[in-house]
């Protein structure tokens, strides 16, 4: 069975300052990971996707993310954090071909002035 | 293209009624997924239609039920709304399974008194 973990469920960062937010998964087979956006009052949105090949994935608005297969891990990162950043934020994973996708339970980040 | 669509946005039932929402996506994707959204429990998969003709449970398929009317259509139905049932639900479209992200609709915000 697939599951996710994301660290701390709210995280607050000063504007310029490295946004890292963690995700941790458990899957018994090579898992896709993903990572979603959520604006207030919205739907989803992808920021960026794991697959295969290159660990080090980079997605929009500057986010990337670093596949740890040893640590079963896939953190998000942003350098430095803009007060448009302001958001929650998921992991998910799908087993491969399951279209059972697993989500995590969300991490608030908040950026300060 | 409009993407996901969902109706109603809001909607208030008193225990026991019933209401089906509406999903209709426009990017001629192939599977289709409901989700609810409940504070500090992230998104959980209610039921999924990987292709036209074709639903199957997920996470949390209890007191619901599913009806993929066509390609471009899904709609997720209560039959006797219970208080448990309060929630925010999504709606996603995907091109398949796996590599593929998924598209959010915007959300339909229930309350069950």
């Known amino acids: 069975a697939q599951s996710v973990t994301q660290l701390g469920s709210h995280v607050s960062v000063s504007e310029g300052a490295l946004v890292l937010l963690r995700c941790n998964y458990s899957?018994?087979?090579?898992?896709?990971l993903f990572w979603y956006v959520q604006y207030p009052n919205q739907g989803l949105q992808l920021l960026l996707k794991?697959?295969?090949?290159?660990?080090l994935v980079k997605g929009i608005n500057g986010f990337e993310a670093e596949f740890k297969k040893s640590e079963t891990s896939f953190h998000l990162t942003k350098p430095s954090a803009h007060m448009s950043d302001a958001a929650e934020y998921f992991c998910?994973?799908?087993?491969?071909?399951?279209?059972?996708?697993?989500f995590g339970t969300g991490t608030r980040l908040k950026v300060l002035a | 293209n409009a993407g996901v669509t969902q109706t109603p946005k809001f909607q208030v039932l008193k225990t026991g009624q019933s209401m089906t929402l509406q999903c209709a996506q426009d990017?001629?994707?192939?599977?289709m997924y409901w989700y609810r959204q409940d504070p500090g429990m992230g998104l959980r998969l209610i039921y999924y239609s990987a292709s036209e003709g074709t639903t199957d449970k997920g996470e949390v398929p209890n007191g619901y039920n599913v009806s993929r009317l066509n390609k471009r259509e899904f709609s997720l139905r209560l039959e006797s709304a219970a208080p448990s049932q309060t929630s925010v639900y999504f709606c996603?479209?995907?091109?398949?399974?796996?590599?593929?992200?998924?598209?959010f609709g915007p959300g339909t915000r229930l309350t069950v008194t």
């Open positions: 899957s018994s087979v090579p898992p896709y």
């Open positions: 990017m001629n994707h192939n599977s």
């Open positions: 996603a479209s995907s091109e398949s399974s796996g590599v593929y992200e998924q598209y």
């Open positions: 794991y697959t295969t090949g290159a660990t």
């Open positions: 998910a994973v799908e087993a491969s071909g399951t279209y059972k996708y697993i």
